[in-house]
């Protein structure tokens, strides 16, 4: 009774779904850290080696708007085949060449896919099942995607040691047998609808273009989701620093095993008690949370990290699916092209590493923390900001069809 309740009777198709999201997270955090204990086999420095796998982040952020397009435009399968075929090329080009800018190109080109991808397959998900199933869906993945980063990242850890260059021509090919796979999977009803629906009426590059520069309530909450991202990377950017400058990044591995644990054992029953309070309610908790868990760590009292990691995984669970949903809800028959605009908040993850470093050179971890709350706070005004001009809008809207 209790596994129907979180994961109701999907489609087959949606399990498959799910299936390829968790492997490719689990691929993702799994080749991430043997791609640096590689490129530092074969002689590459830490710069170099930063370059290499920061610049994907960057492009990915980017590429999700163009992609959501692009599925808006010629359907979610026909672009999720393409990312495949990408991104296994990006993983074979690994293992034939130890070339720095060929590595630049094929580091830009795994980075665009394994940030865009998680857009396409949402996409497909949403177009197997009703309007009424798509919070849960998005729940689902968000959990889903979770258990495959925890494995992956542990699995990176146990296997570092043995890592080849053939490994990546290894992985590359794993892609290309999920999309001889995908051809055998049945489409849902409304997935073939969707195929209709193309042929019927598709708004060129520019008009959507015209129509995003003007969604004033899309700009509040990519803002909103921007914020929140600043403070969310602090975990993996600030705090190894912080602990550095205190001789203690033994604590730094602990800290990363607890927030895996709490997030396998919290993340159903907070997605079930966040189903039941309005949208609203839970950003401002979650918000809260994330600000308290920075205030832990603006002291430098270990205790008080284990602390600080418990109300940071709270704070993290609901929060992304939650804000994602309503950016799509936002998009109509545009959905997929504003899901892609959901990948703007890695942009996040940039500006936290970077003002992060800043401020914590400037005044340690009191100086950088507490601006980091208060940024998180600034989350939840951007998201109420954004319903509240929503609500406005639609005001506006029926007294006019009224008339």
């Known amino acids: 009774m209790g596994i129907k309740r979180f994961f109701p009777p999907y489609p087959a198709g949606v399990w498959y779904l799910a299936g390829v999201n968790f492997l490719t997270r689990f691929i993702t955090f799994m080749m991430l850290p043997l791609s640096i204990i590689y490129l530092g086999k074969i002689g590459y420095q830490e710069s170099e080696v930063g370059w290499i796998l920061g610049i994907g982040w960057i492009i990915g952020a980017f590429g999700g708007p163009l992609v959501g397009y692009l599925v808006d435009k010629l359907g979610s399968k026909r672009v999720y085949a393409v990312i495949l075929i990408l991104w296994s090329v990006s993983f074979v080009g690994y293992g034939f060449t ?6 630049m190109f094929l580091a830009i080109l795994n980075g665009f896919c394994r940030s865009t991808v998680e857009v396409v397959i949402l996409s497909r998900m949403f177009a197997s099942v ?7 869906i998005n729940r689902f993945q968000y959990i889903i995607l979770n258990w495959g980063a925890i494995m992956g990242t542990v699995a990176g850890a146990y296997t570092g040691k043995y890592v080849e260059q053939n ?27 969707e195929k ?3 042929t019927q009426s598709n708004p060129s590059l520019a008009e959507v273009m015209r129509i995003i520069s003007k969604d004033r309530v899309l700009l509040l909450l990519l803002f909103s989701g921007i914020c929140y991202m600043i403070g969310y990377i602090q975990l993996d950017s600030t705090i190894p620093i912080a602990l550095n400058e205190q001789n203690q990044m033994h604590t730094y591995a602990l800290l990363n095993v607890e927030n895996s644990l709490l997030v396998i054992v919290l993340a159903v029953p907070i997605m079930n008690w966040a ?3 309005r949208p609203s309610v839970v950003v401002f908790i979650m918000c809260l949370f994330v600000s308290l868990s920075l205030l832990c760590f603006a002291f430098t009292y270990e ?54 470093g800043t401020f914590f050179e400037q005044g340690g971890s009191l100086l950088v923390f507490s601006i980091m709350a208060i940024i998180v706070q ?18 506006e809207i029926i007294p006019r069809q009224e008339a």
């Not at 009703?130 to 849960?136: A, G, K, L, M, P």
């Not at 990546?168 to 001889?180: D, E, H, K, S």
């Not at 600034?378 to 005001?395: G, R």
């Open 98 to 103: 130890q070339s720095f800018w060929i590595l």
């Open 130 to 136: 009703s309007t009424d199933q798509q919070s849960n």
């Open 167 to 193: 490994w990546f021509t290894y992985m590359g090919l794993v892609f290309l047998v999920l999309i001889v796979v995908d051809r055998f999977i049945p489409q849902g009803k409304q997935e073939k609808d």
């Open 196 to 198: 209709t629906e193309q």
């Open 275 to 277: 189903s039941k309070w």
């Open 303 to 356: 205790p008080l990290y284990y602390v600080g990691v418990l109300f940071y995984t709270i704070g993290e669970i609901a929060f992304f699916p939650l804000w994602r949903q309503k950016v799509a809800d936002l998009g109509g028959s545009m959905k997929g092209t504003y899901l892609g605009l959901t990948n703007f908040s890695y942009l996040g993850f940039f500006f936290g590493s970077f003002l992060g």
């Open 378 to 395: 600034l989350t939840f005004l951007f998201y109420i900001f954004a319903v509240m001009l929503q609500n406005k809008n639609e005001k």
